[in-house]
């Protein structure tokens, strides 16, 4: 099994989780997204690494960084799932599996929303979970990468 962690990368305005909106992301806060997906990673002998940035450069450098540090990418990249071609290319370029994650149903919603740049260059999408999507991820790429549940 590989010892590199899986970088959990968030984006912009996903700090204020649980603290604005709730009708929307739900009352968990982003601390609780991290315990939450570390305790499921555990359970497959996993490690993570979990981010948040308001900046897309920012963003960018850490997944550059993946390439070599990590064995694998979990991405909610917030609204810049939407416009962002650098975090595409980024992605692309890191060329280790990414799984796209969303807290809300983005196609549920405005039609801006239904077009993500990220989803071309992830193995796969989950979304509408609230926190509960990225512990679906780790359980997806835990699969992936053949980790073994303790
Ligand atoms: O559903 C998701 O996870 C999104 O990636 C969240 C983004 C949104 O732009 C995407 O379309 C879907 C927005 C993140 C903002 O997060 C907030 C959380 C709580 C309160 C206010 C903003």
């Not at 650098?86 to 929303?113: G, Y």
Request: hydrophobic share 40%; charged share 25%; net charge negative.
């Amino acid at each position: 099994m590989s010892k590199k962690p899986i970088y959990v990368l968030n984006g912009p305005n996903l700090n204020l989780l649980g603290k604005r909106e709730p009708e929307i992301y739900g009352h968990a806060t982003l601390d609780d997204a991290r315990e939450r997906t570390q305790a499921r990673a555990k359970l497959y002998g996993l490690e993570i690494e979990f981010r948040q940035s308001n900046t897309e450069g920012e963003i960018v450098g850490w997944i550059q960084e993946a390439h070599a540090k990590a064995c694998a990418l979990v991405i909610n990249a917030g609204a810049y799932t939407h416009t962002s071609v650098a975090i595409l290319d980024a992605v692309l370029a890191a060329d280790i599996p990414c799984v796209e994650v969303h807290l809300s149903n983005i196609f549920c919603r405005e039609e801006f929303r239904r077009h993500s740049y990220i989803s071309a260059a992830s193995v796969g999408v989950i979304c509408g979970f609230g926190v509960k999507s990225y512990e679906l991820a780790i359980e997806a790429l835990a699969e992936r990468l053949n980790a073994v549940e303790k």
